[in-house]
T-cell receptor, first 114, second 115 residues
Framework: NAGVTQTPKFQVLKTGQSMTLQCAQD?????MYWYRQDPGMGLRLIYY???????DKGEVPNGYNVSRLNKREFSLRLESAAPSQTSVYFC?????????????FGSGTRLTVV | AQTVTQSQPEMSVQEAETVTLSCTYD???????LFWYKQPPSRQMILVIR??????QNATENRFSVNFQKAAKSFSLKISDSQLGDAAMYFC????????????FGTGTLLAVQP
């Protein structure tokens, strides 16, 4: 089915470990986003890529890096995981210029850093 | 900076009754978009309804409707004939478009539906 695919769905890391969250969309969308969801704080934007070849910081970028590998794929990397990065992470995509349609979201990754 | 505020962390409604979830936002833009997303326990984000600011008519999708008050910067969601499957976290979100198309979310309202 068309949509946004995130892997993994669950992950437990030890403090200081690194990992990459993968995201791919097959809707030919230009823009992709990474959000984190924490209780009582809603979804906050970490990084986004308005189009292939560009990436920009969002509201909470510290401790993260991203790569827009091609039009389909947008990965999020934690270089040295910290307990404060325990969260649910969502990848999303949208068609540039079609802002009224909102986003298509992946199913999320629950990350626990111990 | 644009902000979205949901002042009701939790709400409860009886099955078949009507409930209204509140959302206010702050922006200096005149043209923008507003959304309600539903997040059930499965964690999937589901678009419920959207409103374009330049349209005065309130959006409606089956049992879901909005009360959009542009001057008051208010965007509430009304759920009629509530069903057990409506139990979820609901997020209000704002988007002014532009080159980045960023969505700004409220903190969410957890809706419980009592049988």
């Amino acid at each position: 089915n068309a949509g946004v695919t995130q892997t993994p769905k669950f992950q437990v890391l030890k403090t200081g470990q690194s990992m990459t969250l993968q995201c791919a969309q097959d809707m030919n969308h230009n823009s992709m986003y990474w959000y984190r969801q924490d209780p009582g704080m809603g979804l906050r934007l970490i990084y986004y890529s308005a189009s292939e070849g560009t990436t920009d910081k969002g509201e909470v970028p510290n401790g993260y890096n991203v790569s827009r590998l091609n039009k389909r794929e947008f990965s999020l990397r934690l270089e040295s995981a910290a307990p404060s990065q325990t969260s649910v992470y969502f990848c999303a995509s949208s068609a540039l210029g079609h802002t009224s349609y909102g986003y298509t979201f992946g199913s999320g990754t629950r990350l626990t850093v111990v | 900076a644009q902000t979205v505020t949901q002042s009701q962390p939790e709400m409860s409604v009886q099955e078949a009754e009507t409930v209204t979830l509140s959302c206010t936002y702050d922006t200096s833009e005149s043209d923008y978009y507003l959304f309600w997303y539903k997040q059930p326990p499965s964690r999937q984000m589901i678009l419920v309804i959207r409103q374009e600011a330049y349209k005065q008519q309130n959006a409606t999708e089956n049992r879901f409707s909005v009360n959009f008050q542009k001057a008051a910067k208010s965007f509430s969601l009304k759920i009629s004939d509530s069903q057990l499957g409506d139990a979820a976290m609901y997020f209000c979100a704002y988007n002014y478009g532009g080159a980045t198309n960023k969505l700004i979310f409220g903190t969410g309202t957890l809706l419980a539906v009592q049988p």
